[in-house]
């Protein structure tokens, strides 16, 4: 399924009574920052020996007890330790995924002797008990009919059921089981010791839940600083899931690789539903606005996506029909037969071919096929064509390949006039024989241009130095040197009667440039000659 099929819809998992319940649409998909589930309280079982208010509501453990010696206060019932344990499988506090090693095993029975006991209490013959405190008495209750030690181990009993109690909490507190319910148990703990319906030492129960307050605080803090990191943690990821899919969203669509962004945008979505569904709930309001440009970010998406492949398909129609247009010129051409018109009407098709846009690529190369295959057409028919006529021409070139040697025999040039005789009759001939096959045509032809270009060099050359022009001023000018020599020869005699030393030096000078004139000039006067 592609992005744009993908509805904007993920399951939602509450976890509510355990129970794993599938919600549709992403506007839902944001939670509410989950609350930790609390442990179920610590349920609160009736003592070994209830204290009912009346006879009839007498437990049927005590029935050996005379019906006068039956209690008459009915305080809070606490939990017994065996109610305190934790189920078989159970994980203390109640609370899911608690750490491996925090099950904590229920304690051993607490069990205060009277003698003990006695130091606390007050017992009057008709079965009241008077817990002393600081010197304090404090009722606590009655329990009729029976002897003074009955009614004190009652309430005695009653006093280790909340010690007990103390002791599993402190256990759970020193193995650091979740404390979701910890501070409700030990208030819960402290209302009982403080109700002082109990008869043993309850000041030092005090001082056992004065510390536990702390502990169960530091336990608290602790958890609370282990869940902000991992609330920062999934904060982190969930930004760079959104700033991921803001990025590809933002990148210019003509540039954008649609197959592997579309992709990617897929995994980030799926990434998004694990993180929601099992990752760390972040509050309502922080999920809200990140699903908000998350959801802008694939919308975005989407239309770039959707605008991009409308005009794709728009410029392959247009492509198409281009190109389907230069096939019907092609197919009309191949069975043409003007073989070098033709010919050049391919390439002009071929260019046009080439500059006009892509279709789609299996639009693109049905296309193709099909030009290809009327080109193919015609130059297979002009090579059949050619190699017939090769075939054919074969003995021209023997004709050729023949004269060519007879040429080649004139060079080097010693007898112009003999050569350019001798050429004249192998062009004739060369010409009578007729075309030679396509693939010689260009050795035969350069190997009779090259004995051509020799002669006519050659006839070049002679003419230069025959040309009557030429010689006319070549004479004029031997006629000029020689005057100007023989005016020279006079001054130079005259410096020598003279004696005069510089007049002689110059005049030789002069004589000696004039005469090597001359000499240039007698010789091109016999080439010409």
């Known amino acids: 399924m592609t992005q744009s099929q993908q509805s904007d819809e993920t399951p939602r998992t509450d976890e509510t009574s355990g129970d794993e319940e599938t ?22 079982p009736a003592p070994e020996a209830a204290a009912p208010e009346t006879e009839a509501e007498a437990p049927e453990a005590e029935s050996a007890t005379p019906a006068a010696a039956r209690p008459m206060s009915s305080p809070g019932a606490a939990p017994s330790p065996a109610a305190m344990a934790p189920r078989p499988g159970a994980k203390p506090g109640g609370k899911p995924g608690a750490k491996p090693g925090a099950a904590v095993a229920a304690p051993p029975a607490h069990s205060t002797p009277l003698s003990e006991a006695a130091k606390f209490a007050r017992v009057e013959d008709d079965g009241h008990v008077f817990l002393i405190v600081n010197g304090e008495e404090h009722a606590v209750g009655q329990y009729p009919d029976a002897s003074k030690d009955e009614a ?9 059921d909340v010690a007990s109690q103390i002791v ?43 510390a536990l307050n702390g502990q169960i605080a530091e336990l608290v803090a602790a958890e609370k600083a282990e869940q902000d990191a991992l609330k920062s943690a999934e904060l982190a990821a969930r930004e760079a899931i959104v700033a991921e899919a803001e990025e590809i969203a933002g990148r210019d669509p003509s540039t954008v690789q649609w197959k592997a962004s579309s992709t990617r945008m897929n995994e980030l979505f799926e990434t998004w539903k694990a993180a929601q569904k099992n990752g760390i709930r972040l509050g309502r ?41 230069l096939i019907q010129q092609a197919e009309a051409l191949s069975t043409s037969t003007d073989w070098g018109h033709t010919a050049g009407e391919y390439r002009r098709l071929m260019d046009e071919w080439k500059a006009s846009k892509r279709a789609s690529r299996k639009d693109d190369d049905a296309l193709w096929a099909r030009f290809r295959a009327a080109q193919d057409k015609f130059f297979t028919a002009r090579k059949a064509t050619n190699e017939a006529i090769d075939e054919e021409y074969g003995a021209n070139l023997v004709v050729k390949e023949a004269l060519l040697v007879e040429a080649r025999q004139l060079l080097p040039i010693r007898n112009l006039a003999a050569a350019k005789k001798s050429l004249q009759s192998i ?40 040309n009557p022009e030429t010689q006319a001023r070549t004479n004029s000018a031997l006629s000029q040197l020689e005057a100007t020599i023989a005016a020279l020869q006079e001054d130079l005699n005259a410096a020598e009667k003279a004696g005069d030393a510089k007049r002689i030096a110059t005049a030789k000078e002069a004589l000696s440039a004039r005469q090597q004139w001359m000499d240039m000039l007698q010789k091109s006067a016999q080439d010409f000659s």
Do not use: C
């Open 152 to 160: 004190l181990a009652y309430f005695v009993r009653k006093y280790d």
């Open 427 to 466: 062009r004739d001939r060369w010409e009578e024989a007729g075309k030679v096959p396509r693939a010689d045509m260009g050795r035969i032809e350069a190997g009779i241009r090259e004995v051509e270009d020799a002669v006519k060099a050659a006839d070049d050359a002679h003419w230069e130095r025959t």
């Open 168 to 210: 599993l909490l402190e256990q759970r507190v020193q193995a650091k089981a979740p404390s979701a319910d910890m501070q409700k148990t030990a208030g819960h703990l402290r209302e009982q010791v403080a109700e002082k319906k109990i008869v043993g030492d309850v000041l030092a129960l005090e001082t056992r839940l004065d």
């Open 23 to 44: 919600t549709t649409g992403l506007e839902q998909a944001v939670e509410p920052e989950q609350a930790e589930s609390a442990a179920p309280e610590p349920e609160a």
């Open 285 to 325: 309001g922080t999920e809200d606005g990140l699903w908000k440009r998350f959801r802008a970010a694939r919308t975005i998406f989407d239309r770039h996506r959707r605008a991009y492949f409308s005009q794709l398909d728009t410029d392959n129609a247009s492509a198409k029909q281009a190109k389907e247009s």
